[in-house]
C-alpha cells in the first residue's frame, strides 16, 4: 500500500467510541481498535514510556479526539506525555493500544501484567474491565 500517511499529519481525528465485545461495551478508536489503560498511571500521567510505549503505543491525538457515540465528552481529554505528544485520557486514564492487536477487536492486552503493573480495557463510565469474558458458547 503506497498511501500511507505519514503519522505526523492529523488528517484523521482521531475518536473515541463505544465497542460491545467480549467484555461488554468497552472504547475503541476511530479503527475500532481496543484501547487500554495502565494501573501503573497516575491521573492524566503517563508511566509508560520506551519499551514500554512500543509494547503499548499511547493513543495519541492532534487536535483533540471527538467523542463517539455513548461516549462521555466530558471524560474525554488529553495530556501532555514526556516526548511533547498529546495522549488522550479518559477519566484521567491515559489510553493505549496494544502492539499485539493486530485488528479491530483484538483484545490481546486484557489483563496481561507488563511493565510494573496491569492492562485493562476501559469501560464507558471510564473504568477499567476485569471480569472474565462473556462466553459465547454452552452455559453451565
Given at each position: 500500500?503506497?498511501?500511507?500517511?505519514?503519522a505526523?499529519?492529523?488528517?484523521?481525528t482521531?475518536e473515541?467510541d463505544?465497542?460491545d465485545?467480549?467484555y461488554?461495551?468497552?472504547l475503541?478508536?476511530e479503527?475500532?481498535r481496543t484501547l487500554y489503560?495502565?494501573?501503573?498511571?497516575?491521573k492524566?500521567k503517563?508511566?509508560?514510556?520506551?519499551d514500554c510505549?512500543k509494547?503499548?503505543?499511547?493513543?495519541t491525538a492532534?487536535?483533540?479526539p471527538?467523542?463517539?457515540?455513548?461516549v462521555?465528552?466530558d471524560?474525554?481529554?488529553?495530556?501532555k506525555?514526556?516526548d511533547?505528544?498529546e495522549?488522550?485520557?479518559y477519566?484521567?486514564h491515559?489510553?493505549?493500544?496494544?502492539?499485539?492487536d493486530?485488528?479491530?477487536?483484538?483484545?490481546?492486552?486484557q489483563?496481561v501484567?507488563a511493565?510494573?503493573?496491569?492492562?485493562?480495557v476501559?469501560?464507558?463510565d471510564?473504568?477499567k474491565?476485569t471480569?472474565k469474558?462473556?462466553?459465547s458458547?454452552g452455559?453451565y
Open positions: 500500500d503506497t498511501d500511507v500517511v505519514p505526523a499529519t492529523s488528517s484523521t482521531a473515541v463505544i465497542k465485545g467480549t461488554g461495551k468497552m475503541v478508536d479503527k475500532g489503560l495502565f494501573e501503573k498511571d497516575k492524566d503517563s508511566m509508560c514510556n520506551g510505549a509494547a503499548w503505543p499511547p493513543f492532534k487536535p483533540a471527538t467523542a463517539g457515540n455513548g462521555k465528552k471524560l474525554l481529554k488529553t495530556t506525555r514526556d511533547g505528544s495522549q488522550v485520557t477519566n484521567g491515559p489510553l493505549y493500544r496494544f502492539a499485539d493486530q485488528k479491530a477487536g483484538d483484545i490481546n492486552g489483563g501484567d511493565f510494573g503493573a496491569k492492562w485493562f476501559v469501560d464507558p471510564g473504568k474491565i471480569q469474558p462473556r462466553s458458547g452455559g
